[in-house]
């Protein structure tokens, strides 16, 4: 393929991760117009985030999966029209529960078109050109995420929120047409069964336990939690992860190397994952929390995100930097800390600008530490050739884990909780607890090695003989590889 041929892929590969990021971005500074038309409840509006994460998070293996399948084209032009139903039905819900429908339908089809658009670049373009490729797309979502919240305060002021998703209908169906007759025809290989059985017990496992923590009343959480439906909700989550765990146990492709977890630096990962993931849901309810702090409009209150996502989008590459220099252990305590401190601030001073927009930034700057390369780099480095992609898979499950966890806490606090920024204190509250907890946990990963070559561990001489917690290859062996973007299904700006 030509220079230009395959700069025009690329450009169309760019235009469709746009639109779903841009959707994601605007999401959190439409909240409060959708919590108005609806007559919604905190609780209730978590959901607009909750569904479109968890069809995300259990349609991403199916879409890879055909993407080798029937192939990337078919995958990426197909997704990015189905999302742009998505948004049609988002556009013309009479209801809330027709809004939640679209919004399934946008989080299934957008975990197809990152996924999809990362294979064709692997495709199309040679590896000396490869981690470039990469990175720009994985750049798209810093874009959206500074001009997310501007667009929607512009069409918030001057027209109704479903301007946002009518938008987002013809571009989505331009992309498409486009796809589908200019990306090459490429993937086609039959990849082995689906593990249907871990996808519906993951499904199942993550709906009970979102349903059962946003039914959750902050002012009496026991009586809750043993209340029939919420521990019902419960006893089938647990049910659904025994299930899960046995049909990873026998299926020939599994979703997730259980082996993985007898890695120690793993696990922490994984966990620090779910708190970045926990941290990352707060950026749905900023809009909220300035309208019940300040008083604003939802146009104002979209504007007052810029700094939070400002800071991300600053902080993702200067983060990537430092990584080199101190290590992933340093970056990711520095970043807890950052968003910790942040946290407390705004939960400390609900009433104050100075505290929202100062506490903004640190946050941005901490979640740009975590969600940036540091997670995806221990995993690398704990990790063989050959279990590469499924800690990637792994990292984003925890991610997306803690994102489902963290709306539907957040949703549930600030509904039966109440303070000087409505019950989004306390909510916020909870939070600044949880990322404290991923501070102490931090401070268990390993120090950066050291730089004296007979200090590394070498990898078996048989790949295929490694056990799931055997080293990586030698990061020097690994300089030649392109940077991996992060995954679809992340939602952060940095990704």
Known sequence: MTASSSRRVLAVLFCGVLLAAVDLAVTGPVLPALREAFDLAPRDAAWVFNVFVLFNLVGVPLTTRWADRIGRRTVFSTAVAGFGVGALLVALAPTFEMLLAGRAVQGAAASGIFPAASAMVG????????????????????????????????LLGVASWRW????????????????????????GADTGPIDRWGLVSLGATLAAVAVAVNG??????????????????LLVAVGGAVAFVRAERRAPNPLLRLGLFRNRQVVIAALLGVVA????????FFSDLAVAAFSVDSSTASFMLLPLVGAVAVGSPAMGRLLDRVGSRAVILAGTALQTAGLALIVALPASRAAFYGGSVAIGLGLAALLGSALSYILLEESTAEERTVVQGLNTLSLGVGQLLGGAVIGAVAASASGPAGGYGPAFAVVAVVSGL???????????????????????????????????????????????????SRLSPSN
């Open 277 to 284: 993931g926990v941290v990352e849901a707060t950026f749905i």
């Open 216 to 233: 959750v009343d902050a002012g009496a959480p026991l009586r809750s939690l043993l209340s029939v439906d919420t521990g019902g909700l």
């Open 438 to 488: 991923g501070l102490v946990l931090a401070t268990a990963l390993r120090g950066r090695p050291s730089p004296d070559p007979h200090c590394r561990r070498d990898p078996p001489d048989d790949a295929s003989d490694a056990s799931p917690g055997a080293p990586a290859p030698r990061p020097a062996d690994r300089q030649a590889e392109p940077a991996r973007p992060p995954d679809s």
């Open 164 to 187: 946002l998703y009518v938008l987002l209908v013809p571009l989505a169906a331009l992309v498409a047409v486009i796809a589908g007759r200019l990306l090459p025809s490429t993937g």
């Open 123 to 154: 495709d199309v373009f040679s590896s000396e050109r490869r981690g470039r490729a990469l990175g720009l797309l994985g750049a798209v979502y810093g874009v959206a995420f500074l001009i997310g919240p501007a667009l929607a305060g512009v």
